[in-house]
């Protein structure tokens, strides 16, 4: 089955620095990539996700890049700000007609320092 | 958001005894999810199914049993509960292609 490698396991930045995760995958047939943001005692919910037939994806502050022929893809926050800090977890899946079931990372805990 | 509701949200309970976790939705998705979260470890994936008729192992299953009473509904069981089933639980629906909408939790503590 597939699986999904995420690094680091804790993160650390100053307010208005960038923050990068990266996320590695095993299965060449996964073609669908979510990011997913866990604030604490919240659920996890969806903020980005890319499909393996782009390269890059962008949202405000927040961007996806896939890299299909090293099977990584990495999430990239810009001016990070206090309400960023969360766990974040990516995920894998090979989507079919919609029906997915998704392999996650282990996750990142991104604390932003004021 | 009350679309994905799980009930108990926390739950204290002893080493061999049954329980279950119950999932509902109002979203009208054919596909739902329970997946376990250790700290550490990510989301696991216990059962998925992608319609009533539909239902299928995750990576781990074993000690767990689901039930698919309707298209809104979802119920994990624990048979015999154990220690290290202690987790927070996490029901998830999903359509099309717009990502999954995950439940509030169930905190489940084994003792």
């Known amino acids: 089955g597939e699986n999904v490698e995420q690094h680091p396991s804790t993160l650390s930045v100053q307010e208005g620095d960038s923050a990068v995760i990266k996320c590695t995958y095993s299965d060449s047939a996964s073609n669908y990539f979510p990011w997913y943001k866990q604030e604490l005692g919240k659920r996890p919910q969806l903020i980005i996700d890319i499909r393996s037939n782009v390269g890059e994806k962008k949202d405000q502050r927040i961007a996806v890049t896939l890299n299909k022929t090293a099977k990584h893809f990495s999430l990239h926050i810009t001016e990070t700000q206090p309400e960023d800090s969360a766990v974040y977890f990516c995920a894998a899946a090979i989507s079919n007609f919609g029906n997915e079931k998704l392999t996650f990372g282990t996750g990142t805990r991104l604390t932003i320092i004021p | 958001d009350a679309d994905v509701t799980q009930t108990p949200r926390n739950r204290i309970t002893k080493t061999g005894k049954r329980i279950m976790l119950e999932c509902s939705q109002t979203?009208?998705?054919?596909?739902m999810y329970w997946y376990r979260q250790d700290p550490g470890l990510g989301l696991r994936l216990i059962y998925y199914?992608?319609?009533?008729?539909?239902?299928n192992k995750g990576e781990i299953s074993d000690g767990y049993s689901v039930s698919r009473q309707a298209q809104a509904k979802f119920s994990l069981s624990l048979e015999s509960a154990i220690p290290n089933q202690t987790a927070l639980y996490f029901c998830?629906?999903?359509?099309?292609?717009?990502?999954?909408?995950f439940g509030s939790g169930t905190r489940l503590t084994v003792v």
């Open positions: 979203k009208g998705h054919d596909r």
């Open positions: 998830a629906t999903s359509e099309g292609n717009y990502g999954y909408t």
């Open positions: 199914s992608f319609d009533v008729k539909d239902i």
